[in-house]
């Protein structure tokens, strides 16, 4: 029996929700704001907490109600505005802050927004600290704020676009140069619009920019990392050598190549981590990547003597498992790829440039040097349902077992619920590309069904 508390506000990465409906309240913020706030108030210096955006209209009913909790606690509050989550990591660390915070719902519609935190080091907070911070939310916050002479301050920072420029820059190796090459980058109308463009045209490539005029409603709208024909549509009209497309805060990628073919999170995985192995760069005999990576690019590092660990889904258990192992390179095939030499969190512009490193080192297409194993067939389909989870049904249950002994030794099966929505993920991979789909459909029918009743377990 698993005896993990239960987190009511966070999920896999932070609290997410519908703005302006719980838990994505003003309300729920500034509690919020308060109880980190006092958390991370330790010792008698000034603290301080940076705070950065994506582009949704919420993030304007969000954002004061978190400087006005983290004030209330005594904390001075650093302001950036819209910037990638990485770059607020960054941030935290560079100004030596005691908190940094991150207001974005990632991949989501506008109508959905988030909250992410991030400790002192940069990282993600585990899931012990979330839940103490959960806890103190419930206790009676207003007896133990700060006293009058004792408030925070709030101020902007003019520079910090500028800074996340630089350090993004510097990822890039000094010895090289995008000229010549023309790329598409599709900022989801997100955070990285202005910065993800400058960074590319600045190390010499020609530019095609696109989802680059936010509006508080578009983000992530037919555009982003989570459209990928629109990558490849407008990577084939422009002609250019490769696309690269961010979701709406920019720690996750998705590329396309000049024939407007996808590259998914584990072929650049596959990419970076025989180029770093090659040079001596590669840290930890290995990468670490999740449950859902592909089975070929596990057979594939094997064949080059590196190990692949995986860990559950969430690129904040991957950056953790790095620390672990003492590997520098890890993420997920959705794209959240971890490059710890540069960052600390998910960064897709950061590792969209080491992609570029290898291409024009090779001096090849990135049809030619983004290929570097082929993947089993892999089928995976989600399955929404309301109320009790469907895996707890007995049914459910013994249907999961029958798949798993049909693909023993052939192949794997991963049925797991979300993390952030009510959905059941149901994957399965191996050799034959027929048992993947009909294992795969018969039970995402079977949850479905189940789904439908009202009584969802036994």
Not at 196 to 215: F, H
């Amino acid at each position: 029996m698993d005896s993990t508390p239960t987190r009511r506000l966070f999920g896999t990465d932070g609290i997410r929700g519908t703005a302006n409906a719980a838990p994505m309240t003003a309300g729920i913020a500034l509690r919020l704001g308060q109880a980190a706030g006092l958390m991370f108030t330790r010792g008698d210096h000034r603290h301080r907490v940076v705070i950065g955006k994506d582009t949704r209209l919420s993030g304007y009913m969000i954002e004061p109600a978190l400087v006005a909790g983290f004030i209330g606690a005594g904390m001075d509050v650093t302001l950036v505005g819209p910037l990638p989550t990485p770059a607020i990591a960054m941030l935290t660390r560079s100004l030596r802050a005691d908190l940094g915070v991150m207001i974005s719902a990632s991949h989501n519609p506008y109508q959905d927004n988030g909250i992410k935190l991030f400790g002192p080091d940069g990282f993600k907070l585990s899931d012990e600290q979330e839940l103490e911070i959960e806890a103190m939310m419930d206790t009676d916050l207003p007896t133990r704020l700060a006293a009058p002479d004792k408030l925070g301050r709030a101020a902007r920072l003019d520079d910090a676009r500028g800074r996340y420029i630089e350090v993004a820059k510097a990822s890039f190796p000094r010895r090289l140069r995008l000229d010549g090459l023309k790329i598409v980058v599709d900022c989801a109308n997100g955070a990285a619009y202005r910065v993800a463009p400058t960074v590319l045209w600045e190390l010499g490539a020609t530019v095609i920019p696109v989802g680059v005029s936010p509006d508080g409603f578009n983000i992530n709208r037919g555009c982003g990392s989570t459209v990928p024909d629109h990558l490849s549509a407008q990577v084939l009209e422009h002609q250019a050598h490769l696309g690269i497309a961010l979701d709406g805060d920019a720690d996750r990628l998705l590329m396309a190549d000049e024939r407007g073919e996808l590259i998914d999170g584990d072929q650049i995985l596959a990419l970076v981590a025989q180029s770093w192995a090659r040079g001596g760069r590669l840290r930890g005999g290995g990468i670490v990547a999740t449950v859902m990576s592909n089975l070929g690019l596990e057979r594939h590092l094997s064949s080059q003597g590196l190990a692949l660990h995986r860990t559950k889904v969430g690129d904040r258990y991957v950056a953790e498992r790095m620390r672990e192992i003492g590997t520098n390179l890890g993420g997920e095939q959705s794209g959240h790829l971890i490059l710890s030499d540069f960052a600390t969190t998910g960064d897709g512009l950061i590792a969209a440039l080491q992609v570029l490193a290898v291409i024009v080192e090779q001096g090849r297409a990135a049809s030619e040097v983004c290929r570097a194993f082929t993947p089993l067939p892999q089928r995976l389909r989600n399955v929404r349902f309301h109320g009790t989870s469907p895996l707890t049904n007995r049914q459910i249950q013994d249907a999961i077992r029958a798949a798993e002994a049909d693909l023993d030794g052939v192949g794997r099966l991963l049925i797991r619920e979300s993390g952030t929505e009510p959905l059941v993920r149901v994957m399965a991979e191996a050799e034959d590309e027929q048992l993947v789909g009909r294992i795969v459909d018969d039970l995402c029918e079977r949850i479905a069904s189940l789904a439908r009743q009202p009584e969802a377990a036994e």
